[in-house]
Structure formats: structure tokens, C-alpha cells
């Protein structure tokens, strides 16, 4: 139900952009967000944003990253620069959200992302 894409071979200092199309059949969401995890580490929130627009970012990317959202075709968008090697992991776009059989929470499937020193 959530298509991500956008990942790929980059040098350090390099950018990329990822996308997560959310399916027409998921709505009312709430947060969309971004996490990563990279070999042999926990999962961590990358940057989050809800409905109304705020955001909340992790430390380590700060000023390097945007995450932005388009409502009206379900898309959540992370723009990545001055990208460096410890961004190097698996991306997954996450939502919640309420619908009428409740609470939810969907994940993508994931995109690899490698920074090159």
C-alpha cells in the first residue's frame, strides 16, 4: 500500500530525493515519516511530518534534509543533500493514521540508499 522510490548510488556530498506513494485506499492520515536502518543498527526516525505541515527532524540530518508532503496524492517526499557516508541504509516511509476500523499504522518496503566516501 506504500510504494517508495528514489534510492540509489550517490557520492558523499551528493543528493537525493525519495518518494512514498501511499495507495487511494489509505486516507485520513495523520503522520507521514521517514526512518532508516542501517547494518547491524535499530531502526531510527530520519524526519517526520503531519497533517498540518510540522515537522520534526533527527539531529544528525538537520539541515541537510526536507521532508514534505503533497496531501492530495497520498506522497511523502525526503530531499536529502551534503549527503555523507553514515547516511548510508535502508529508507522506509511510514504513516498513521485513523480510518473506520481505527488506528493504523502501514509501512514501505523499503529503498537502499549508499553514500560513497
Known amino acids: 500500500q506504500l510504494q517508495a522510490s528514489g534510492g540509489g548510488l550517490v557520492q558523499a556530498g551528493g543528493s537525493l530525493r525519495l518518494s512514498c506513494a501511499a495507495s487511494?485506499?489509505?486516507?485520513?492520515?495523520?503522520?507521514m515519516a521517514w526512518y532508516r536502518q542501517a547494518p547491524g543498527k535499530q531502526r531510527e526516525l530520519v524526519a517526520a511530518?503531519?497533517?498540518?505541515?510540522?515537522?520534526n527532524y533527527a539531529d544528525s540530518v538537520k539541515g541537510r534534509f526536507t521532508i514534505s508532503r503533497d496531501n492530495a496524492k497520498n506522497t511523502v517526499y525526503l530531499q536529502m543533500n551534503s549527503l555523507k557516508p553514515e547516511d548510508t541504509a535502508v529508507y522506509y516511509c511510514n504513516v498513521e493514521g485513523v480510518m473506520y476500523f481505527g488506528k493504523y499504522n502501514y509501512w514501505g518496503q523499503g529503498t537502499q540508499v549508499t553514500v560513497s566516501s
Open positions: 487511494g485506499s489509505i486516507f485520513n492520515i495523520n503522520s
Open positions: 511530518i503531519t497533517s498540518g505541515g510540522s515537522t
